[in-house]
C-alpha cells in the first residue's frame, strides 16, 4: 500500500511527489550508472545515459520481485546541472517508457564528479513492494 503525501494548501509539484507512504518489504537499490550489464558505456549523452540506468534499476527492483510502481523514492546525481535541465523532454520520456508514473519522492543533486568517470548520472531507488 502507497499513499502520496500532499499537503492540500502546496502546489502540486511536476514530476514528483513530496512525500510518500508505504509499508511492505523494503528494496533498496545501489546507485545505478548508464552503463549497461557489463559495465560498458554506449553513449556519453545524459539522457542516453538516463535512459540505461533506469533500466538497470529496474533489473535491480525485478530481482527482488519489485516493479518499477513499486519505487517511493529516488535520488538522482547528476554531473551537470544545465545538461540535465536541457535534457528534460529526452528524460522524461525515457521515464515515463521504463518507470511509468511520477508518484516516487524525488531528489536531483548536482555533483562535482561521480566515481566512474564517463557516468553523468547516478540513481538510487527506495522501492516497497506492499504486504
Request: charged residues 20%; proline residues 5%.
Amino acid at each position: 500500500m502507497t499513499k502520496i503525501l500532499q499537503p492540500a494548501h502546496w502546489v502540486p509539484p511536476r514530476g514528483y511527489s513530496n512525500g510518500v507512504l508505504a509499508r511492505g518489504q523494503t528494496i533498496f537499490v545501489a546507485g545505478m550508472i548508464g552503463w549497461d550489464a557489463q559495465c560498458i558505456f554506449h553513449t556519453d549523452d545524459l539522457a542516453g545515459q538516463v535512459r540505461q540506468a533506469l533500466i538497470n534499476v529496474v533489473a535491480v527492483l525485478r530481482e527482488g520481485g519489485a516493479k518499477p510502481e513499486h519505487i517511493t523514492r529516488m535520488t538522482w546525481y547528476v554531473t551537470d546541472k544545465r545538461e540535465y535541465v536541457a535534457a528534460y523532454p529526452e528524460i522524461g520520456k525515457a521515464f515515463r517508457e521504463i518507470i511509468g508514473s511520477f508518484n516516487a519522492a524525488m531528489t536531483a543533486v548536482q555533483v562535482s564528479a561521480l566515481i566512474e568517470d564517463r557516468a553523468k548520472v547516478e540513481i538510487e531507488v527506495t522501492a516497497v513492494i506492499p504486504d
